[in-house]
Nanobody
Framework: QVQLVESGGGLVQPGGSLRLSCAASRSISNFYTMSWYRQAPGKQRELVAIISNIGYTNYADSVKGRFTISRDNAKNTVYLQMNSQKSEDTAVYLC????????WGQGTQVTVSS
């Protein structure tokens, strides 16, 4: 069983930045993809960013140019750098890993508000 633990969430003002981390309990090199999703109250879960095991990345249109996903295989960690944040970025952010199954973390709350 794989455990994913997200961290780095919190309260940020509009225009501010946060960096989320997703630490895995085993090597992330064997995951085909790792992704960040978010879910706001009353809304469906949506894919924010994805990174493959060869470094391919893709983003939701709503975050392109503002968010960056990256991975550090040595630390078994995936990151989401969020810049120029907007109120509509407020949500619980969850990490997903795919490879030998699909695994989810518990999520971390991000609130963008003045």
């Amino acid at each position: 069983q794989v455990q994913l633990v997200e961290s780095g969430g919190g309260l940020v003002q509009p225009g501010g930045s946060l960096r989320l981390s997703c630490a895995a309990s085993r090597s992330i090199s064997n995951f085909y993809t790792m992704s960040w999703y978010r879910q706001a109250p009353g809304k469906q879960r949506e894919l924010v960013a994805i990174i493959s095991n060869i470094g391919y990345t893709n983003y939701a249109d709503s975050v392109k140019g503002r968010f960056t996903i990256s991975r550090d295989n040595a630390k078994n960690t995936v990151y989401l750098q969020m810049n120029s944040q907007k109120s509509e970025d407020t949500a619980v952010y969850l990490c997903e890993a795919v490879g030998g199954g699909t695994f989810w973390g518990q999520g971390t709350q991000v609130t963008v508000s003045s």
